[in-house]
């Protein structure tokens, strides 16, 4: 399986933009890149997910390296609502629908 | 409103007691699952379904069972083999048509052997 890098914990001040990071050096072409986020002691939550073009909804941004072995996701303003682990998660465009979390990063905001 | 219902939130059992997780969904989903989160840890599939009466292994399934008599429900029954049942439980559901689609997850089950 296609695995990603993250950094373990990040710090953010509360209303500044944030940049979470991810390494997929060994991703394949038909491998969509998803982010979840976990709050304490809750199940995750689908954030974003894109394959090549950058992605935006309501909740955040996806940024994808042109070689798509790397993509960052953006929170414009973080809030205090905003702290969580976070999971950046490769998932092959073929064969069965599998989810595969690693540790994540764990964001912190400081008020 | 439409969501995951996992029941008990908390359950404590005794060595060598099977106990049963309840996962109830009114997303009209077709695929369902079970994650095990250890703490300080991402989670871990233990099992799936992507249509009634049909289930797979997922990368931790020893000790595990589960059913799927009805699209709605998908319990899992952690048994007395399993070794260190203590843990996080997250079940969760997508629509299986939707091959990109986001997975839902509910409030997730903790269990506690004693």
């Known amino acids: 399986d296609a695995k990603t890098t993250q950094p373990n914990s990040m710090e953010s001040n509360e209303e500044e933009p944030v940049h979470l990071p991810c390494n997929h050096s060994?991703?394949?072409?038909?491998?969509?890149i998803h982010w979840y986020r976990q709050l304490p002691s809750q199940g995750p939550e689908y954030v974003i997910h894109?394959?090549?073009s950058n992605v935006n909804n309501r909740m955040a941004s996806l940024a994808i390296a042109e070689d798509r072995k790397s993509s960052t996701l953006i929170l414009h303003r973080a809030t205090l609502r905003d702290a969580a682990v976070y999971y950046c998660?490769?998932?092959?465009?073929?064969?069965?629908?599998?989810?595969?979390f690693g540790k994540g990063t764990k964001l912190s905001v400081i008020p | 409103d439409g969501g995951i219902t996992q029941s008990p939130k908390y359950l404590f059992r005794k060595e060598g007691q099977n106990v049963t997780l309840s996962c109830e969904q009114n997303?009209?989903?077709?695929?369902m699952y079970w994650y095990r989160q250890d703490p300080g840890q991402g989670l871990r599939l233990i099992y799936y379904?992507?249509?009634?009466?049909?289930?797979q292994k997922g990368d931790i399934a020893e000790g595990y069972s589960v059913s799927r008599e009805k699209k709605e429900s998908f319990p899992l029954t952690v048994t007395s083999a399993q070794k260190n049942p203590t843990a996080f439980y997250l079940c969760?559901?997508?629509?299986?048509?939707?091959?990109?689609?986001?997975?839902?997850f509910g409030e997730g089950s903790r269990l506690t052997v004693l």
């Open positions: 379904s992507q249509i009634v009466n049909d289930f």
């Open positions: 969760a559901s997508k629509q299986r048509e939707k091959n990109t689609g986001e997975l839902f």
């Open positions: 997303l009209n989903h077709d695929a």
């Open positions: 894109g394959l090549t």
């Open positions: 998660i490769l998932r092959p465009g073929a064969g069965s629908y599998q989810l595969t």
């Open positions: 060994t991703i394949s072409g038909t491998d969509y």
